[in-house]
């Protein structure tokens, strides 16, 4: 049986007893690496952040390349993993086992379908409250989220406990819309990422608590992580907002966001060892 593409290379042949009978059969070892691929994927939905952490993992092809973010959507194409054979155009039932189940196939495709801004504006309601215990107002009172609903949109919020708990009027920033804030805080943050400068007065205003990485390899760290963000999963971007964001005060005069300077040279760690999206 003829196989192209990777997947043939994570088999190995078996002969039994004439070369007509020959028949792929599943390399459990290599066939952990697929399955970690299409879990991993699942998890974090961008192949470009994936093939960074494959790479992180050490796992390269059977012929000991690196795998690029190209060769992983051959992979997660490839119908061999799910136990077909192809042949022009067509699959058929194969004679080998499969290594990754149809559930795992039929959801990792789903994903493929989609944009990765539209994979990320459908997955945003699971997981909405990107600020939630970041954000205050100007009087010091947390703001909670919160969401209503007309028809079929969903419409978010953060809400002042001020006026949760006083009514309207009791704060003078009392309601902000979520989508408003949530992406101004991150363009702040994504300053932060393309400008060099900042990282830097960050890095000096930190002094010792950033001894472990130089500034030139944080800047360098975080300027990649940049063109990376749109394809990050809502869960992916949530959680490096924790990690860089110690709090966001909002008032009628704009907003001020205070960063986490330890959160900003672990983040430079982990994109310089290639294992952001870890935790998505």
Same mark, same amino acid.
């Given at each position: 049986?003829?196989? #192209?593409?990777?997947? &043939? #290379? ?17 390399? @459990? ?46 992979? +997660? ?6 136990? @077909? ?5 067509? &699959? ?5 086992? =499969? ?29 909405? =409250? ?11 009172? =947390? ?10 949109? +969903?419409?978010?919020?953060?809400? #002042? ?21 949530? #992406? ?27 001894? @472990? ?21 809502? =869960? ?14 909002? &008032? ?29």
């Amino acid at each position: 049986m003829r196989q #192209s593409g990777p997947a &043939s #290379s994570w088999f190995r042949l078996r002969s039994p007893s004439l070369p007509r009978n020959r028949k792929l059969v599943v390399d @459990e070892e290599r066939a952990a690496h697929v399955r970690w691929i299409f879990a991993k994927f699942l998890k974090i939905g961008s192949a470009t952040v994936l093939a960074r952490e494959v790479a992180a993992r050490g796992i390269r092809t059977p012929r000991g390349n690196r795998i690029d973010k190209k060769y992983l959507y051959r992979m +997660l194409n490839n119908r061999a993993y799910v136990g @077909e054979a192809v042949h022009k155009g067509d &699959s058929y039932p194969g004679e080998h086992d =499969a290594i990754i189940d149809r559930d795992t196939w039929d959801r990792v495709h789903a994903i493929l379908k989609e944009s990765p801004r539209k994979r990320a504006a459908h997955t945003r309601a699971e997981t909405p =409250a990107l600020l939630k215990g970041l954000l205050f107002g100007p009087d010091g009172a =947390a703001f909670s989220p919160t969401h209503t609903r007309k028809g079929d949109r +969903l419409y978010r919020y953060y809400v #002042s406990q001020t006026v949760l708990k006083h009514g309207a009027g009791a704060c003078p920033v009392g309601r902000v819309p979520a989508g408003t804030i949530e #992406s101004a805080v991150m363009e702040q943050l994504r300053a932060v990422f393309r400008q060099p400068e900042i990282v830097a007065g960050t890095w000096k205003a930190a002094g010792a608590h950033a001894d @472990e990485i130089s500034v030139a390899d944080a800047r360098t760290a975080l300027q990649q992580l940049d063109p990376l963000w749109d394809e990050l999963f809502p =869960a992916e971007q949530t959680r490096i907002v924790a990690l860089l964001v110690e709090r966001v005060d909002i &008032s009628t005069d704009g907003l001020n966001v205070r960063l986490r300077v330890d959160g900003l040279s672990g983040l430079a760690r982990e994109m310089l060892a290639g294992g952001m999206g870890e935790a998505a």
